[in-house]
């Protein structure tokens, strides 16, 4: 089935950074649709991180991660990152991808294509 897949996760201290890559699995291109970055973390539900739009006019951010995380496409490799830097003991999630119609994208909205997330730990 196909699906988008996540890399770029892992451990890192507070301060540090991460890029998270999103790439499609299948035989459809990440060029017709707006990708989001999610994150679910245990008690704290599932949050929109950022959002970049089909055409990349259009990019949204949590309140939480502005100012330190990045979302951008690179069209060539078919490839939607999220640049994650000053990382907090509060970014600790699972990111997951997704592909839709637009943005900004709701937490809970159906989307077209959804990853099965890479887990993001920020400890000392």
């Known amino acids: 089935q196909a699906q988008l897949v996540e890399s770029g996760g892992g451990s890192v201290q507070p301060g540090g950074s991460l890029r998270l890559s999103c790439t499609p699995s299948?035989?459809?291109?990440?060029?017709?649709?707006?990708v989001g970055w999610f994150r679910e973390a245990p008690g704290k539900g599932r949050e929109v991180v950022s959002c970049?739009?089909?055409?990349?006019?259009?990019?949204n951010y949590a309140d939480s991660v502005k100012g330190r995380f990045t979302i951008s496409r690179d069209r060539a490799k078919d490839t939607v990152y999220l640049q994650m830097n000053s990382l907090r003991p509060e970014d600790t999630a699972v990111y997951h991808c997704?592909?839709?119609?637009?943005?900004?994208?709701?937490?809970?909205?159906?989307?077209?294509?959804w990853g099965r997330g890479v887990r993001v730990t920020v400890s000392s």
């Open positions: 997704a592909a839709a119609d637009n943005c900004p994208m709701d937490a809970w909205q159906p989307v077209d294509y």
């Open positions: 299948g035989v459809f291109s990440l060029d017709y649709y707006a």
């Open positions: 970049i739009s089909e055409d990349d006019g259009r990019i």
